[in-house]
């Protein structure tokens, strides 16, 4: 049942509850998010781990029935370090949404916004020095250089779900200043795309390996640190790519899976995958990755830095990486229906949210472009089965990677 609203806090319901101990101590550790979450001012929506979701953290050994207050490290059987501070409230701000939302409110919704902001989704560049870390009376100067990371939420058969992994387990509990719900797991703050294609490979190794062959890991990757500590021979070199568009902008990435690029069937993909096909691979690739425009299927993240609205039915045209030309999307939000077509392809999974963008997974097909100016849609039959032959492969693509790429496939 929903609880009536109370004179007291965020910060007091978590720290009353048995269920939220370690969350609550975390909190109590820092004054800027004691004072963050004590704000009567603020209207604010807070999905609060609870003690099993941090007990999923490997190596976590925080014992949630210590009381004493000293810096003494109790535990004579681990040794951890605790996360550095600025990290901390990173990843609680991501937990924070800066509006109340009632169940009915997260029933019609496709994505939130979080305290968290991220300047890697605006196309305006962050004032110097400042960061998503700052003091909480500077919120409203960073929203104006960084735009707010998103959470996704869906419905599924367990209930609803942040993030496609994190349940919320309970209904709201209303605060003075705002509405408290329960989590099964900790929401970290995103990766970025190429990150994320890298640990998922299960669905993602071959577009990876894509990336990298193709140079375009090294263009989307010159923001911000490789995430491979020690790059394989052969990887491109990030920082030899500083002047590249696109990246850390922003940006719409349509991502096919390793049953999607399988689908083209083995000789096409072999080819591809081959010295002589890697200008191919790359035009191909870049159709799928639009710059500037981060399009949610409720929001867009516009080439301005302004947040509009998607309602109801809605196309749009938006220019991707390959020599300008545009790829159709429809998107639809009517309520807590939604959905995200691209060039006639249905995406089967909307709103990956990544640190610089969206992610919008393709399952059924990659979409591979027409040189003639027409779009780029599904090959094979109309249930689409079927593999596309080398030669149409060709065919599709030769005048876009004459035109929109390079010769060879790699950077300048």
Not at 317 to 339: K, Y
Request: include cysteine; hydrophobic fraction near 30%; charged fraction near 20%.
């Amino acid at each position: 049942p929903q609880h009536p609203p109370s004179n007291k806090s965020l910060y007091d319901l978590i720290s009353e509850s048995p269920h939220t101990t370690i969350l609550a101590r975390i909190v109590h550790d820092d004054s800027h998010l004691v004072e963050l979450l004590n704000r009567t001012a603020a209207n604010l929506t807070l999905f609060a781990p609870t003690d099993e979701a941090f007990a999923k953290i490997p190596h976590h050994h925080h014992d949630k029935h210590r009381h004493d207050d000293d810096d003494d490290d109790d535990d004579h059987h681990h040794h951890h370090h605790k996360p550095p501070r600025e990290l901390i409230r990173a990843v609680l701000k991501y937990h924070l949404v800066s509006a109340v939302y009632s169940p009915a409110e997260l029933f019609h919704a496709h994505t939130l916004p979080t305290l968290l902001t991220e300047p890697q989704l605006s196309p305006k560049p962050p004032a110097p020095g400042r960061s998503s870390a700052s003091s909480p009376q500077n919120d409203e100067e960073r929203r104006d250089s960084s735009l707010p990371q998103r959470l996704s939420i869906s419905t599924t058969l367990h209930g609803p779900t942040l993030n496609h992994y994190s349940r919320i387990l309970a209904t709201e509990k209303r605060a003075a200043n705002g509405a408290l719900y329960t989590i099964d797991a900790i929401l970290l703050p995103p990766p970025s795309l190429l990150t994320l294609a890298t640990i998922v490979p299960t669905q993602f190794s071959t577009l990876a390996l894509a990336l990298h062959r193709t140079g375009l890991a090294a263009r989307l990757n010159h923001t911000h640190p490789h995430p491979h500590p020690h790059p394989k021979p052969g990887d491109p070199d990030p920082r030899s790519h500083g002047t590249g568009t696109g990246t850390g902008q922003g940006g719409t990435y349509f991502l096919p899976t390793n049953r999607a690029f399988s689908r083209l069937g083995y000789k096409a993909n072999a080819f591809l995958f081959s010295e002589h096909g890697t200008p191919y691979l790359r035009a191909l690739l870049e159709y799928h990755l639009v710059p500037r425009r981060t399009l949610y299927s409720d929001v867009e993240y516009t080439t301005s830095g302004e947040i509009e609205a998607v309602h109801g039915l809605k196309h749009f045209d938006l220019e991707t990486m390959l020599d300008g030309r545009t790829v159709g999307v429809e998107v639809a939000n009517l309520g807590p229906w939604g959905g995200v077509t691209v060039s006639g392809v249905r995406v089967g999974v909307r709103d990956l949210v990544v640190r610089d963008g969206v992610g919008h997974v393709l399952t059924r097909s990659v979409i591979v472009p027409r040189c003639d100016g027409g779009e780029g849609g599904e090959f094979g039959d109309g249930d689409g089965e079927g593999e596309m032959a080398v030669e149409e492969l060709v065919g599709r693509l030769r005048g876009l990677v004459d035109g929109g790429s390079e010769s060879d496939g790699r950077e300048e």
